[in-house]
């Protein structure tokens, strides 16, 4: 389940992952993220990671072809999570991320109240 998170603003986007996500629950986010990206053409986007989080086959599929088509609409991406798996892919994912000009930083659960205060930077 994807649940968007109160803190939200218009252009910076919290989510909760809680279990695994489902092709559906994908299209609502994918929705979500462009009905601002409508208004403000950028956002970040903080994303807390459950430790059940994970993705179906067309859920992921559909997620990364999406991100993959819209990679210059993220200014900062936030992961949270307690799991070392996460933690892990943004090591290797984000010198990418940065080359493309998009902060993506790791941040335990503990920390959430920072990774709201860097995602909003």
Do not use: C
Not at 3 to 11: D, M
Not at 41 to 57: R, T
């Amino acid at each position: 389940m994807i649940r968007k998170l109160p803190e939200s603003t218009e252009n910076v986007l919290g989510f909760e992952v809680d279990g695994k996500v489902t092709l559906e629950q994908e299209l609502e986010l994918i929705a979500m993220v462009e009905a601002a990206l409508d208004t403000h053409g950028k956002v970040s986007v903080l994303v807390i990671l459950d430790e059940k989080a994970s993705w179906g086959i067309e859920a992921g599929y559909k997620d990364l072809k999406w991100a993959m088509k819209h990679v210059k609409s993220f200014h900062r991406i936030a992961v949270v999570s307690d799991r070392k798996i996460w933690e892990w892919f943004v090591a290797i994912d984000s010198p990418f991320a940065k080359m493309l000009g998009i902060g993506e930083k790791h941040f335990d659960m503990a920390n959430l109240n920072k990774a709201w205060e860097w995602v909003r930077e």
